[in-house]
């Protein structure tokens, strides 16, 4: 989010690929062999055609064609592999955490920090999961009614993700 007007957002063009790929798989499912407005052909073609972007000396996904490696919002790349499960080699993954990770904006929204949890969970860093699981939570309690804001310097009271 603090990247305007970008080009290939990693996450949304794997969801529509993703989404793609479903619909193909329903589709035999159901005995469906031709759409009557699009040849199922055609939807796989989109699919395979979708841009990844993907760096391929490190081995990272890309968050949008011409990222540079700067401070991100939140933990979009890292949803590819959690809970979108989207395919990749374990190190791509790995390299997908431990790259973005310290380039997250420290008071980015609380729900980075717990799919930071989970991420370091799966590559079994549960110091690092620890710390992550009690950064999204233990700085936006806000006192005298304990109430949960999203980011540290306020944002939305009473957010839920």
């Given amino acids: 989010e603090y990247a305007n007007h970008v080009n290939n957002c990693v996450f949304n063009n794997a969801i529509a690929q993703v989404s793609l790929e479903f619909a193909l798989e329903v589709a035999k499912l159901l005995n ?33 064609d011409g990222y540079n490696g700067g401070t991100i919002k939140q933990a979009d790349t890292t949803l590819l592999g959690f809970p979108l499960q989207f395919p990749m080699t374990k190190k791509v993954r790995a390299n997908d955490i431990n790259y973005y990770a310290p380039r997250t904006d420290p008071n980015g929204p609380a729900m980075t920090w717990s799919m930071y949890t989970i991420d370091y969970l799966e590559l079994n860093e549960t110091q690092q999961a620890a710390k992550s699981f009690n950064k999204s939570y233990q700085d936006n309690i806000h006192t005298p009614y304990f109430v949960w804001w999203e980011t540290l310097p306020g944002g939305a009271p009473k957010f839920i993700t």
């Avoid at 052909?41 to 490190?58: C, G, V, Y």
């Fill in 32 to 64: 469906i062999s031709q759409s009557t407005l699009v040849p199922l052909s055609k939807w796989s073609e989109a699919a395979k055609n979708i841009k990844i972007p993907f760096d391929h000396d490190l081995q990272i996904h890309l968050e949008y």
